[in-house]
């Protein structure tokens, strides 16, 4: 079982920067698959990021290459996305999520957090 606290949202001028945090609970974390999704208001749940357990492999959507970076903390059990140059576009709720393996297909995903919001204004 594990379970996920998103934090770090908030509101930002187009360009600028926020790094979001996702701390786990359960003490075989550092086996999982984390991945960021977002949601934006009328919109599906999108994949934003993922990374391996070992921090061997990430995964980007391409809307958010370049700009955005996950990276994670075992000792700590948090995962960090750090976006850069942000876009309105962005403007959603952040969501962490935990699996066993990388899947794009979001409702495979077994373990999620409640969500933190971003909004980034033009």
């Known amino acids: 079982q594990v379970q996920l606290v998103e934090s770090g949202g908030g509101l930002v001028q187009a360009g600028g920067s926020l790094r979001l945090s996702c701390a786990a609970s359960g003490r075989t974390f550092s086996s999982y698959i984390v991945g960021w999704f977002r949601q934006a208001p009328g919109k599906e749940r999108e994949f934003v990021a993922a990374?391996?357990?070992?921090?061997?492999?990430?995964y980007y959507a391409d809307s958010v290459k370049g700009r955005f970076t996950i990276s994670r903390d075992n000792a700590k059990n948090t995962v960090y996305l750090q976006m850069n140059s942000l876009k309105p576009e962005d403007t959603a709720v952040y969501y962490c999520a935990a699996s066993k393996v990388f899947i794009m297909d979001r409702t495979l995903w077994p373990y999620w957090g409640q969500g933190t919001q971003v909004a980034v204004s033009s």
């Open positions: 990374i391996s357990w070992s921090a061997g492999s990430t």
